[in-house]
């Protein structure tokens, strides 16, 4: 499995539908070096900004989704 270390600069815009969040962000994504200690994985990093226009662009995102869900199940 190829291993990325990826730096999310600037997230531009989100949005929703068949199911999925789709993101628009501006990111640095390198290949991670190999390393000895436990199972191989990739790394997602940000700066505080950045995670906090994530997090309420996410809360933003669910309920919209949480709101479609209730209209249908009338």
């Not at 436990?38 to 309420?56: C, F, I, K, Q, Y």
């Not at 995102?61 to 249908?72: G, N, P, Y």
């Amino acid at each position: 499995m190829k291993t990325w270390n990826i730096e999310i600069q600037k997230v531009k815009a989100m949005a929703n539908g068949n199911g999925l969040i789709r993101m628009q962000l501006d990111a640095l994504v390198q290949v991670a070096p190999p390393h000895d200690e436990g199972m191989p994985s990739s790394v997602l990093s940000l700066s505080e900004a950045n995670a906090r226009t994530l997090l309420l662009l996410l809360k933003a995102q669910i309920t919209e989704l949480d709101s479609r869900k209730a209209k249908s199940r009338r």
